[in-house]
């Protein structure tokens, strides 16, 4: 037997970019059911991104659950590059005319959107089995799945594609109507999160001849460190003894001397990949977040870019119903790729500069280390990675 519901937007998946629909949605008076294949545990479990740029922190406003964020979380100005042994800082708030980044993890920002959505009490499905998405191309489409033992129907006038890199949004996009762009490094990210105050009071992007590291931060108390490793390193070869080791050797005697080490409360190593789907709707489907795109998180865009996503298709569809217009549909995947292809192209560009490639030689750290040293001191330079840093503002005005 088949339970068949009625809803406007099915959302799958109940990750941020799903749940800042919802709520976008939600508060437009626009009703939605969000389908998880996780459990709302797994899905807080997951530690990700942890820098948020202007244009998410409004959106968070504009849902209304920014009040946290703007209570604890830690307004950046500028951020330190680290190479031949010292340090230079980037000074966005200047470079840009006042713009600033927020670090507030993203786990965070997922629980203030789980509890709004709980709190008014709005319909989402966890551990959902056997999620599918029929009829996306007509004017009827649909998602089943099955739970508890019962196939569910949901009747719908859109499919909002949240699931991510693996969903099954993008697996059931017709084959001769899609294109994938991909390319994936020759290394890893290897992550600690450790309950221990931060080397720095902003962040230090360190390029050296042993390879990349990154010194972030969760909070004044919580640090979230990285290092480059061989794809082919398992998270068993690190202890954290080892991980604090390699990690002193590629900063500077500054930020050795102030760095508090402590047992890792989460450890992983995390592939590097660029990857970007065209296009990004389907018929009455629409591809938002991971399901569409990956950075690599050199550039701290992966979050910020799938809640731009969400702002354009969150306005599409509020145009939909309160307007009877379709432009706004028509644009968002043309909207959303513009915007994409540049925070690529500054993902890639970041990561070519700050990490160690073996098989460049020794011409190759010359040649990151002349182009570091023109950044640093050229005021166009430091202004360009500055401003793709903090990210350019949304543009409703073409598409």
């Keep these: 037997m088949t339970k068949a519901t009625r809803t406007q937007v099915?959302?799958?998946?109940?990750?941020?970019s799903g749940l800042l629909l919802g709520q976008l949605l939600y508060k437009a008076g626009i009703d939605a059911i969000i389908v998880e294949r996780q459990t709302g545990d797994y899905v807080l479990s997951r530690i990700r991104a942890g820098v948020l740029e202007q244009v998410t922190m409004d959106l968070l406003d504009e849902a209304g659950v920014g009040q946290r964020m703007h209570k604890e979380g830690l307004v950046h100005g500028g951020f330190d590059l680290l190479f031949k042994g010292a340090r230079h800082r980037i000074n966005m708030n200047n470079l840009t005319g006042g713009k600033n980044v927020m670090v507030y993890g993203q786990t965070e920002v997922t629980r203030d959107l789980m509890d709004a959505r709980q709190a008014a009490g709005l319909p989402t499905i966890y551990e959902a089995v056997n999620v599918q998405v029929h009829e996306f191309?007509?004017?009827?489409?649909?998602?089943?799945?099955?739970?508890?033992g019962q196939t569910h129907t949901i009747e719908c006038d859109f499919i909002a594609g949240c699931d991510g890199f693996h969903g099954v949004c993008r697996a059931s996009a017709p084959k001769d109507k899609i294109r994938e762009y991909e390319k994936v490094y020759p290394f890893g990210w290897?992550?600690?999160?450790?309950?221990?105050?931060?080397?720095?009071?902003?962040?230090?992007?360190?390029?050296?001849?042993?390879?990349?590291?990154?010194?972030?931060?969760?909070?004044?108390?919580?640090?979230?460190?990285?290092?480059?490793?061989?794809?082919?390193?398992?998270?068993?070869?690190?202890?954290?003894?080892a991980f604090w080791e390699e990690l002193r050797k590629r900063l500077d005697p500054e930020a050795r001397e102030h760095l508090v080490t402590g047992p890792s409360i989460e450890k992983s190593i995390a592939p590097l990949r660029s990857f970007v789907t065209e296009p990004m709707r389907f018929g009455r489907m629409f591809l938002a977040g991971d399901a569409a795109h990956i950075v690599p998180p050199t550039g701290a865009k992966g979050l910020n870019l799938a809640a731009t996503d969400v702002k354009y298709l969150s306005t599409a569809i509020i145009e939909y119903y309160q307007d009877n217009s379709e432009a706004g549909i028509d644009a968002y995947s043309e909207r959303c790729l513009r915007r994409i292809w540049r925070a690529e192209r500054f993902s890639w560009w970041f990561t070519s500069l700050m990490h160690n490639f073996p098989e460049n030689g020794d011409i190759g750290q010359k040649f990151q280390d002349a182009e570091l040293d023109y950044l640093i001191h050229s005021e166009s330079g430091s202004k360009t990675i500055a401003e793709n840093y903090v990210g350019l503002p949304l543009n409703f005005g073409d598409k």
Excluded: M
């Excluded at 099915?10 to 941020?16: E, F």
């Design 137 to 148: 191309d007509s004017a009827k489409p649909r998602v089943t799945y099955e739970k508890d």
């Design 190 to 241: 290897l992550g600690v999160l450790s309950d221990t105050p931060p080397v720095h009071e902003e962040l230090i992007y360190a390029n050296s001849t042993r390879g990349f590291a990154l010194c972030s931060q969760r909070s004044a108390t919580r640090s979230r460190y990285y290092l480059q490793v061989p794809l082919t390193d398992k998270v068993e070869d690190w202890s954290d003894e």
């Design 10 to 16: 099915a959302i799958i998946g109940a990750g941020p």
